[in-house]
């Protein structure tokens, strides 16, 4: 295989300490290059996509993966129809709001509230936590302001990429959780009945399963990402 870059937006924390374990298990003929968040950015996803063409710009040969709260930004690039984009993967993600009632409350989610989140993530890694894992989490929300969280959250709840989805002009796959409760099974049918034509893996591991099963999450995109070569 002739090499080629792998562009990778973060979740929440807007930092690539999750994907490392990812990007150590991907095969040498693949480069990552991870997108990384201000640490006090409030704008939403609007303010996000100049990151994401900057860091595509000049690629002629490339993925995008878009973990969780970015894949709504992968798909709204997606849909500007770049140059050189040969595929898009959304990992434990979604095209509108992965818990729709939630929708209504995602003004409830201010800066008090986001503090709580460090504790709310060890149940999201109930069975599957580490050492490892923990010390990175810690590492990851120590670097994002409360602030920050709480705007990235909001967007989410309130975001609506279906549109883009179906404009989306490269082979997509849809890389989910076993045992995912923040981005729950009903995500990825929404996205295959949108866009028949996208691949759905599935993986064990909870909602932070690209960082927990790396090695089989790597694998499904690696076999992707040659599929889509050929």
């Known amino acids: 295989m002739k090499t080629t870059t792998l562009v990778l937006l973060p979740g929440l924390d807007g930092t690539d300490i999750l994907f490392r374990p990812f990007v150590t298990a991907l ?38 993966l878009g973990w969780s709260f970015s894949g709504p930004l992968a798909l709204m690039f997606a849909a500007e129809s770049p140059s050189g ?4 993967v959304l990992c434990a ?25 460090p504790l709310f993530s060890r149940a999201l890694t109930l069975g599957y936590g580490s050492e490892e894992l923990d010390r990175d989490k810690a590492e990851s929300w120590s670097r994002v302001a409360p602030a920050t969280l709480a ?24 890389l989910g959780a ?16 949108e866009m028949p034509s996208a691949r759905v893996v599935i993986i064990d591991g909870p909602h932070l399963a690209l960082r ?12 992707f990402m040659m599929d889509a070569h050929r």
């Open 27 to 64: 095969p040498a003929w693949v480069t990552a290059l991870c997108v990384q968040y201000p640490a006090s950015e409030t704008g939403g996803y609007a303010a996000l996509m100049p990151l994401v063409r900057n860091a595509c710009r000049g690629q002629n040969d490339y993925f995008l």
């Open 85 to 88: 984009l040969r595929g898009v």
């Open 93 to 117: 993600s979604f095209v509108c709001s992965p818990w729709p009632l939630l929708c209504w409350l995602r003004f409830a989610v201010v800066s008090p509230v986001a503090r709580l989140f």
């Open 151 to 174: 705007a990235r959250s909001r967007a989410a709840l309130a975001v609506d990429v279906r549109r883009e989805l179906r404009r989306c002009p490269a082979p997509l796959l849809y």
């Open 178 to 193: 076993s045992r995912d409760i923040v981005v729950p099974r009903w995500n990825a049918r929404l996205i295959q009945k």
């Open 212 to 223: 927990s099963n790396p090695v089989d999450a790597a694998a499904a995109v690696t076999t």
